[in-house]
């Protein structure tokens, strides 16, 4: 099934290929309609048979035909023909860090150098040396890019992992005492799925101490860069990380500036013209006079623009909706209210389970749903140790002061009703292939669907997903977002919230301190538009009890 990111790759492909082919405005528009593309909050496939292509910024006639292709047949002839022209050997070339598509182009043509082996061997029989324009800098720039941590140009990796790497080393940084702020931007602030390379930007007085201790923290392999106010280094994984340092009065404009997207500081700036300023890095410029810059805020109220959460920042009608005063209210950390799918370790002890209760109790959790028992995706019976089943017995539909209230949760596989006879308050439910429950016959109220993998969809096809997405939007049921690869991605999200359905957000509660699961799921959550009324888990105990309240009725009936 095509995805989006699969459809902006192609995209993209095409742009490096005429970037090869030495044309000048198209690459552009193609990396416009990709960048587009990947940042849509809902399933591609679903706009174009809405016939609403064409809405999409940089997508016109041209473009969404070949689209349009790439939906209906996997392909795009354009693509295919154009990627015959060029040694596939050069696209690998022009993908290392430091050579963009006019080096890639001048290694192919004028030095019949067509793949990454034989930059290398070039390099090795010294056939770069004396030639114009490539110093012994340069050379060892690409031997870099050559070697085995390398990173290459368009790699990308998961935001849970980039979210982990980047916690680390902010921490690391803070903990020296050289910076007055430091922050994540990007999009790893704007909680893209896939982060392509970390950006880090620090207020500080003494920048050359601050790369100082940047360059020597664990896991930094080398120094790519290093210029009066960025340095750019690359870890032992490959990911390379811009670290740039700014005055603290010019935080706020740098923070909107590398916050990104493009698109959405190209719009930015487009409307400081027409008001008479000018917006970069440094701040707000009136003429030549600096009229602010030192906090968000300052930068978007110059432009008579509410303040615009980094997840909406993709130039999708976000700007438009903060000059009329309509942004959509998104859901917050502090709304979340409980977590309704711990699953309870194999090894837990009744230690074990104070100590997440009163990790819940540190967090204003009102209520934790904890998977004891049921029936596993596999068949089996889950089982705990004995002595923390016995306190969570204890605890079950009680309230010990400042406690979260304990539920029992049973957890199943597809259409199954769950296990009978055992005390639960509902059930978490696994999608597997085949059509969803046709009622809710079950003697327990499902509350949250899981692993509901927006891009493989149970059966393999959108009609039976959407049947789940259905299916839980009529009993009162949540789709649980990311992070990991089998939860709703943001796109997921926004198709469930356009079908009136519900999320749940996985508050990461019993994980490790530094575990990413809460803010990355939030963070999806948030770039799918949800606000609090649309997940489950910001409701109230009581409004959640009254959801479990059918099971009591059919009980007393029983």
Do not use: C
Not at 319 to 346: C, N, Q, S, Y
Not at 348 to 373: C, F
Not at 472 to 496: F, K, Q, T, Y
Request: hydrophobic share 40%; aromatic share 4%.
């Amino acid at each position: 099934m095509p995805t989006n990111a699969e459809a902006a790759e192609i995209l993209r492909a095409i742009a490096d290929l005429l970037d090869l082919e030495g044309e000048r405005f198209k690459p552009e528009a193609y990396r416009r309609a990709a960048r587009s593309i990947e940042t849509l909050t809902e399933d591609l496939k679903a706009v174009a048979e809405r016939k609403e292509l064409d809405t999409i910024p940089g997508i016109g006639d041209a473009i969404a035909e070949k689209i349009q292709e790439y939906l209906k047949t996997g392909r795009i002839a354009y693509y295919d023909r154009i990627r015959s022209e060029v040694p596939p050997g050069v696209l690998e070339l022009m993908r290392l860090a430091g050579v963009g598509p006019k080096t890639a182009r001048r290694f192919w043509v004028e030095l019949h150098i067509t793949s990454p082996k034989e930059l290398r061997e070039a390099i090795d029989a010294h056939r770069l040396e004396g030639v114009s324009g490539i110093g012994p800098r340069k050379i060892e720039l690409l031997r870099s890019a050559l070697g085995p941590t390398a990173a290459r140009v368009g790699t990308r990796i998961p935001l849970t992992e980039a979210y982990a790497v980047a916690q680390r080393l902010l921490a690391a940084i803070r903990a020296t005492g050289r910076v007055e702020r430091i922050e994540a931007a990007g999009s790893l602030r704007r909680r893209r799925e896939t982060v392509g390379d970390l950006d880090l930007l620090a207020s500080s007085p003494d920048a050359k101490g601050v790369f100082d201790v940047v360059s020597g923290l664990p896991g930094v392999h080398e120094v790519l860069l290093r210029g009066e106010t960025k340095e750019t280094v690359r870890l032992d994984s490959g990911l390379q990380v811009d670290v740039r340092v700014v005055a603290s009065n010019e935080f706020g404009a740098a923070f909107v500036y590398f916050t990104g997207s493009k698109d959405h500081n190209v719009h930015l700036r487009t409307i400081a013209r027409d008001r008479g300023l000018k917006i970069n890095e440094y701040g707000i410029f009136q003429g030549e006079e600096r009229v602010g810059g030192a906090t968000e805020d300052e930068v978007y109220a110059a432009l008579k623009l509410a303040w615009i959460p980094p997840e909406l920042r993709e130039n999708r009608g976000e700007i438009e909706a903060a000059a009329a005063g309509t942004l959509p209210e998104l859901v917050t950390e502090r709304d979340v209210r409980g977590e309704l799918h711990w699953h309870v370790p194999p090894n837990a002890t009744r230690e074990d389970i104070e100590a997440t209760l009163a990790e819940a109790r540190r967090r204003r959790m009102e209520y934790v749903g904890a998977v004891v028992a049921g029936t596993s995706v596999e068949g089996g019976s889950v089982k705990i140790e004995r002595g923390a089943l016995e306190r969570l017995g204890e605890l079950h539909g009680k309230r010990p002061s400042g406690m979260p209230i304990v539920w029992l949760v049973g957890e199943v596989a597809g259409t199954g009703t769950g296990p009978e006879g055992m005390e639960l308050d509902y059930l978490v439910r696994r999608p597997t292939k085949g059509p969803a429950p046709a009622s809710r016959k079950a003697f327990l109220p499902t509350l949250v669907i899981a692993h509901l993998d927006p891009t493989a969809p149970p059966a393999g096809t959108d009609k039976e997903r959407r049947a789940w997405i259905d299916w839980a939007a009529s009993h009162d049921a949540a789709l649980e977002m990311g992070p990991g690869p089998s939860r709703l991605d943001s796109i997921g999200g926004g198709e469930v919230r356009a079908r009136n359905g519900t999320l749940a957000i996985p508050t990461g509660l019993g994980s490790s301190p530094d575990d990413p699961t809460f803010p990355v799921a939030l963070g999806l959550a948030r770039r799918a538009q949800a606000n609090a009324a649309q997940i489950l888990n910001a409701r109230s105990r009581a409004e959640i009890e009254q959801l479990l309240a059918p099971r009591a009725t059919q009980e007393r009936r029983g």
